[in-house]
């Protein structure tokens, strides 16, 4: 077998080296082999159990679009056991790839502007706006746009994973993981501007970062997905939105309804409150259906049943937030 791997094209000279480099390696083969008697070959030695080693891979998520535009991208979820609320960006959500999906074929929404996905999660949404935008940078040449597209989370943990998506589909060039807690918005910068930053360091088992709290700019697009766990979370969530978003810009947000994610049904109200204008749909009325699966037994045009907490007939909601912008 070992004999085999030599390329036959190779010179006398290269042939002598790696066949000695092979012979090199059947020795250490031969020495592992008689180390442990007991032990037959091919060996089926792991210290995780299938599933536990299926946890600590990424994802290889092919998002698919209605209309059959594809991008494959790596997704590491966060291995840890989800222990509070706090940890469900451990995993990801149904509503991320609905929206992931759907941006795939509405491109030209996020050509020039500035992108800020907030409860990231896993990443996914932002992701995809970040691939898609570099095929922007592609074509017209725009030179370095590190940072166009921002995705943040609160929780530490999920923004070292953020990270670490990030490189693994070669996207810290035009984006970057930030700190964005809803909790620290006010809901009263008009012309624009968040609170977050940095992920600069650790303390505390995670639970302390220091130089979080700078002001951020405002930005033309928010998404997010599955954002919405309670109703003090609707209320944050439209503070954020009415700060980081310009005079002007526009939140393209995805949710399951109330029944789902307790608090939803008050978030219409609070945009509103908030002096936002907001735009409902029903996913399942978007693109000729083809978003979510009709039924148990129908195809899963998108994948969402890869994803936790989705269940068949479960009702999402896309909400468009517009921010007016605001005479002097």
Request: glycine residues 8%; contains cysteine; proline residues 4%.
């Amino acid at each position: 077998i070992l004999s085999n791997l030599l390329p036959s094209s190779s010179t006398q000279q290269q042939y002598e080296q790696e066949e000695d480099a092979l012979i090199e390696i059947q020795d250490l083969a031969c020495e592992l082999a008689y180390s442990d008697p007991s032990t037959t070959y091919p060996a089926n030695i792991s210290s995780f159990t299938l599933e536990e080693l299926q946890a600590r891979l990424p994802l290889v998520f092919d998002v698919c679009s209605p209309n059959g535009n594809r991008e494959c991208l790596m997704v590491q979820q966060v291995t840890e056991r989800q222990s509070a609320q706090e940890d469900v960006g451990f995993v990801m959500w149904p509503s991320a790839v609905v929206l992931s999906s759907w941006l795939l074929d509405h491109p030209s929404l996020l050509e020039g502007k500035s992108i800020l996905e907030i409860g990231s999660g896993c990443g996914l949404t932002g992701l995809v706006a970040a691939r898609i935008t570099s095929t922007y940078g592609d074509e017209n040449d725009v030179g370095d746009s590190h940072g166009n597209v921002v995705l943040s989370d609160f929780n530490y943990k999920v923004l070292t994973n953020i990270q670490q998506n990030l490189k693994l589909n070669g996207l810290q060039g035009v984006s970057k993981a930030l700190h964005l807690d809803f909790y620290l918005q006010e809901g009263m910068n008009k012309e624009g501007g968040w609170k977050g930053g940095e992920l600069n360091s650790l303390e505390n088992n995670g639970h302390e970062e220091t130089g979080i709290c700078n002001e951020q700019p405002a930005v033309d697009l928010i998404l997010a997905a599955d954002i919405i766990c309670k109703p003090t979370d609707s209320i944050a969530v439209s503070n954020t939105i009415h700060d980081a978003l310009v005079p002007g810009g526009e939140a393209i947000i995805v949710s399951p309804d109330a029944k789902h994610r307790f608090g939803v049904d008050i978030f219409e109200k609070e945009c509103v409150r908030n002096g936002l204008q907001v735009f409902k749909t029903n996913v399942a009325d978007m693109c000729d259906g083809k978003l979510l699966p009709r039924d148990e037994d129908s195809k899963d045009p998108c994948g969402i049943r890869h994803t936790s907490g989705f269940v068949d007939g479960m009702t999402l909601t896309m909400f468009r937030i517009r921010k007016p912008t605001f005479k002097q």
